[in-house]
């Protein structure tokens, strides 16, 4: 019988509305992060080990350390713009997965995979592999096979939480998820960032000017002046 730490949740997430994702996917992750009070950004451990954008709902998946049965069992359902994101307990110690699991993975059009642990084949990910992967580190230590684990429950990665059907986002600054409810909101905000950012950044480019009135509001409010 399943029970807490080895149970399956058959019922795969919903995918988001594709003018959300497209917003979401073209946006640089800061900016995202930033509509969102820059608090749904995992730690710097969990870094990209390709130069893949990553965009996309989670599948998520809970494994002991080191170990990958799981993975393995969830991987024949994944659909094409799907990110596995696997909380393998911040392990270092052996990766969870491997090149053959990727390339397998290739094959169903995912959009990336996560891990909050390890993996292993860096050439093959750095080159080949054709969508984005996230991880911890690699290790050429492979992983065991034995159990349990949990599918489609909510799982960690780097101190933030990740429900299925979150959109994990990712570029060469790390990933950021955004909770699935909000996403509209978020990519409406995102998108009037990115068009502010846009606009500073063509003023210092054209007339090297750098607007910030709150700095001198801020120096003011701790007794000091600006320079």
């Known amino acids: 019988m399943a029970s807490v730490g080895n149970r399956v949740n058959e019922v ?23 509509v969102m009070q820059r608090l749904y950004s995992p730690d ?29 069992a969830v991987m024949d359902s994944l659909r094409p713009g799907d990110v596995l994101v696997v909380d393998a307990e911040g392990s270092t110690a052996r990766a969870v997965m491997g090149d053959l699991m990727l390339q397998y993975l ?8 996560v891990v909050d642990g390890c993996v292993r084949d860096l050439d093959y990910i750095a080159g080949e592999c054709p969508f984005a992967v996230y991880a911890r580190g690699t290790n050429p230590n492979g992983p065991y096979k034995n159990g349990p684990g949990e599918i489609n429950y909510p799982v960690a990665i780097g101190g933030v939480v990740v429900n299925p059907g979150d959109l994990v986002c990712g570029d060469a ?24 950012e846009g ?29």
Do not use: C, Y
């Open 199 to 227: 606009r500073i950044s063509e003023r210092i480019r054209s007339e090297g000017v750098f607007d910030r009135p709150w700095v001198d509001a801020q120096m003011a409010r701790i007794g000091s002046v600006s320079i």
């Open 44 to 72: 710097a451990g969990i870094r990209a080990l390709n130069a893949h954008r990553l965009a996309g709902p989670a599948v998520t998946v809970r494994v002991p350390t080191g170990d990958n049965l799981v993975i393995h």
């Open 106 to 113: 290739a094959t169903k059009g995912i959009a990336g995979v």
């Open 173 to 196: 600054d790390g990933i950021v998820v955004v909770p699935a409810a909000e996403a509209a909101a978020v990519a409406e905000e995102t998108a009037a960032v990115v068009a502010k």
């Open 12 to 34: 795969m997430p919903a995918h988001p509305d594709p003018a959300v994702l497209e917003v979401l996917a073209a946006a640089p992750v800061a900016n995202i992060g930033d």
